[in-house]
């Protein structure tokens, strides 16, 4: 599947535009990942995209969030490791991290929530108006981005990356598409 057919295929399921935005912030970081690590950027970034295709309809019940989005992403001939990923970074499920590409994307969903949330509160509104320390000094304020799940985004680790280095490829990553955002 091509960017271009998955993000069609993400727009044609997922109607809210923030959802959107958030998808895109997650493939642009899963981007930068998989560059650090000399992965497939490709493959990483339609699991970045692709991750909460199902969450118009599924919000309600995580029970049932990401595995149905990965049940359609399998349907539409995924490749097998994209749904697994997809699946499994809702905790919900229990599901064991096994791969890089599983570490990566579980650690990148609230990592994003965290990055918006810093720069929404600077006066420009802007991702070019923050920097890692400043994110480092939030990231400890338990008030500041309640949703953005601290221990999840703590399991950079699992993938040998301090929180430092993980929020420095992170907030990079977006900056480069801010202009998409919005930020």
């Known amino acids: 599947m091509t960017r271009d057919e ?3 295929l993400l727009t044609s399921h997922l109607k809210t535009r923030n959802l959107v935005k958030h998808s895109l912030a997650v493939e642009a970081v899963m981007r930068g990942l998989a560059r650090h690590f000399g992965q497939d950027e ?3 970034g339609l699991a970045g995209l692709l991750h909460d295709i199902d969450y118009d309809w599924t919000k309600d019940e995580p029970a049932r969030h990401s595995m149905e989005g990965a049940d359609l992403l399998a349907r539409e001939g995924l490749p097998e490791e994209v749904v697994y990923a997809v699946r499994a970074h809702n905790e919900a ?6 791969s ?3 570490k990566a994307l579980y650690a990148s969903d609230p990592l994003t929530g965290l990055i918006v949330a ?17 994110l480092l000094n939030r990231f400890h304020e ?3 981005a309640r949703g953005a799940n601290r ?4 399991s950079c680790s699992e993938m040998g990356l ?5 929020m420095e490829i992170g907030l990079r990553s977006m900056q480069g598409i801010a202009g998409e955002m919005g930020l």
């Open 142 to 144: 338990k008030s500041f």
């Open 93 to 98: 499920h229990g599901l064991p991290r096994r």
């Open 42 to 44: 490709d493959l990483w």
């Open 100 to 102: 890089l590409l599983d």
């Open 162 to 166: 301090s929180l430092e280095e993980f």
């Open 151 to 154: 221990e999840q985004i703590k």
């Open 118 to 134: 810093g720069a929404l509160i600077k006066p420009e509104k802007k991702l070019s108006a923050i920097d890692v320390p400043f």
């Open 6 to 8: 998955a993000y069609h």
